[in-house]
């Protein structure tokens, strides 16, 4: 079994929301920079957002910022992705991702990722 589990995608109208969980399997990241990222068909894997161990520092693509907003629960072993006001162009296979990082570091390449679920399918209409 893969070591994060997302869930929560689904089809939704622009204008929606949708909130991504993704879940440690077997093992904890309590102390893991911890990260979403997506990939539309025909499209390099992209970064969309992080979150540093501590929860101290959160990073977002451009095209994101505002209408997404990453958060983590060490108590349910848990990262989430809550998104708003989705749009036709964030349609897309959304994956979470695991690196380790010092406590406040926020990376958003995909080699400072060693940990990935499979990911969940988010589509919004055109």
């Known amino acids: 079994q893969a070591p994060l589990v997302e869930s929560g995608g689904g089809l939704v109208q622009a204008g929606g929301s949708l909130r991504l969980s993704c879940a440690a399997s077997?093992?904890?990241?309590?102390?893991?920079?911890m990260g979403w990222f997506r990939q539309a068909p025909g499209q390099t894997r992209e970064f969309v957002a992080a979150?540093?161990?501590?929860?101290?520092?959160?990073y977002y693509a451009d095209s994101v910022k505002g209408r997404f907003t990453i958060s983590r629960d060490y108590a349910k072993n848990t990262v989430y992705l809550q998104m708003n006001s989705l749009k036709p162009e964030d349609t897309a296979v959304y994956y979470c991702?695991?690196?380790?990082?010092?406590?406040?570091?926020?990376?958003?390449?995909?080699?400072?990722?060693?940990?990935w679920g499979t990911g969940t399918q988010v589509t919004v209409p055109s």
């Open positions: 991702a695991a690196g380790s990082s010092t406590r406040t570091y926020v990376s958003t390449s995909l080699n400072a990722f060693d940990y």
């Open positions: 077997g093992r904890t990241f309590s102390r893991y920079c």
């Open positions: 979150i540093s161990w501590g929860a101290d520092n959160t």
